[in-house]
């Protein structure tokens, strides 16, 4: 009978010593679906701290370098112009963006602006949203984050955030997305827009090749960056 409660003894410890383990994993798990505590290891891990990839933040608005090792200033604000559609965009670019439209239109090229500005927690949305995808698709939490931050920014690496960034598509009824991009990728420079993330230079900027996504940055830089083939880390070392 005594073995018998010495056994009972050692199963409750047992029991003890598992219920601590899995409130430890509860709080962890918790914390990556709902918390921002997440995302400063997100960062770290990223390489967001690297200060080899650091670029002093330029005085001129239009040359804020904003991607995986440079956040956005804290300081930073904008005022915003809300288009058609509801997406909003700085009020400084405005003019520029519904000019190069009205270019687009004229050679028959129909484009919408899809994404605009964003702000830090739709971007967060945005980011979760793209892990829950993968990991959906039998990828694991860690691996989906990775192959997610192609794709999406972190909150605060996000150019979105800035209000200077759009990704642009084909309105579908009346044109194609490859005809969109084409005519972009010759053209916008001419009315102050780069096309941001360029194919061969995601080693760079951090990103994959989007040829939707376009970044407000002036004409004379524009025509300087589109002739010489840069991104914009490039052309900002170069100057």
Same mark, same amino acid.
């Given at each position: 009978m005594?073995?018998? /409660? %010495? =056994?009972?003894?050692k199963t /409750?410890?047992?029991?003890?010593k598992?219920?601590?383990i899995l409130i *430890?994993?509860?709080f962890i798990?918790? &914390?990556?679906?709902n918390?921002? =505590?997440?995302?400063?290891? *997100?960062?770290?891990r990223n390489?967001v701290? %690297?200060d ?5 933040v &330029?005085?001129?608005?239009?040359l ?8 956005? $200033?804290? %300081?930073? =604000?904008?005022?915003?112009t809300?288009l058609?559609?509801?997406?909003? +965009? %700085?009020? /400084?670019?405005?003019?520029?963006l ?6 687009? /239109?004229?050679?028959g090229?129909?484009?919408i602006?899809? #994404?605009g500005?964003? !702000?830090e927690?739709?971007q967060?949305? !945005?980011?979760?949203e ?5 990991m959906?698709?039998?990828? @694991?939490?860690?691996?989906a984050e990775?192959?997610?931050? #192609?794709?999406?920014?972190? $909150?605060g !690496?996000?150019?979105?955030? *800035? ?14 997305n490859?005809e +969109?991009?084409?005519?972009?990728a010759?053209?916008?420079y001419?009315?102050? @827009?780069? *096309?941001r993330?360029p194919?061969?230079?995601?080693d ?9 996504h376009f970044r407000?940055?002036g004409i ?6 589109? #002739? ?6 490039e052309?900002?070392?170069n100057?």
């Amino acid at each position: 009978m005594e073995r018998k /409660r %010495d =056994s009972g003894k050692k199963t /409750r410890k047992k029991h003890w010593k598992v219920i601590p383990i899995l409130i *430890l994993i509860y709080f962890i798990f918790g &914390s990556l679906k709902n918390s921002d =505590s997440i995302f400063p290891f *997100l960062l770290e891990r990223n390489g967001v701290n %690297d200060d080899s990839h650091i670029i002093p933040v &330029s005085e001129e608005w239009n040359l804020i370098v904003v991607n995986h090792w440079n956040e956005i $200033p804290e %300081d930073y =604000s904008v005022t915003l112009t809300e288009l058609s559609n509801g997406q909003k +965009v %700085d009020s /400084r670019i405005y003019p520029y963006l519904q000019e190069m439209f009205d270019a687009m /239109r004229s050679d028959g090229i129909y484009p919408i602006v899809r #994404e605009g500005y964003r !702000t830090e927690e739709e971007q967060k949305e !945005t980011f979760y949203e793209k892990v829950q995808a993968y990991m959906s698709e039998g990828y @694991f939490r860690t691996s989906a984050e990775r192959i997610a931050k #192609e794709w999406v920014a972190l $909150p605060g !690496t996000s150019e979105h955030q *800035l209000g200077i960034a759009v990704d642009i598509n084909a309105d579908k009824t009346q044109s194609a997305n490859e005809e +969109v991009y084409a005519w972009l990728a010759e053209n916008a420079y001419k009315y102050g @827009f780069i *096309l941001r993330y360029p194919q061969g230079k995601e080693d760079i900027t951090g990103t994959s090749y989007e040829p939707w996504h376009f970044r407000y940055v002036g004409i004379e830089h524009a025509q300087v960056i589109y #002739e010489n083939r840069f991104c914009l880390e490039e052309y900002l070392e170069n100057d």
